[in-house]
């Protein structure tokens, strides 16, 4: 991940083909180790490629991959929205209280575990 995030910093700053030595200076920058196998690795295969057309397809990819807390959480919504309840998550939202902290008693009498 780190020597994507180099390639990926490199290309922010406007170098729009970084090699490894560039990637390695990123890295040596912020003290991290650059694995010189792994950053051979990711220069052939974006090689040619534009990032922006990587990043898109990356996010089709993610879009299909399940995930256990999200579907349920978008399947709520829906379900609440189709049946004309488009006003019940905002009341749900009201509904929350502030819950108020209560101040520390002396339940000790005055004592303390570190007086």
Known sequence: MKVIAAYLLAVLGGNTSPSANDLKDILGSVGAEADDDRIELLL???KGKDITELIACGREKLASVPSGGS???VAAPTA????????AP????????KVEEKEESDDD???????
């Open 44 to 46: 052939s295969e974006v």
């Open 71 to 73: 579907a349920v959480a």
């Open 80 to 87: 609440a929205g189709g049946g004309g309840g488009g006003a």
């Open 90 to 97: 905002a009341a749900e939202a009201k509904k929350e209280e």
């Open 109 to 115: 009498m005055g004592f303390s575990l570190f007086d």
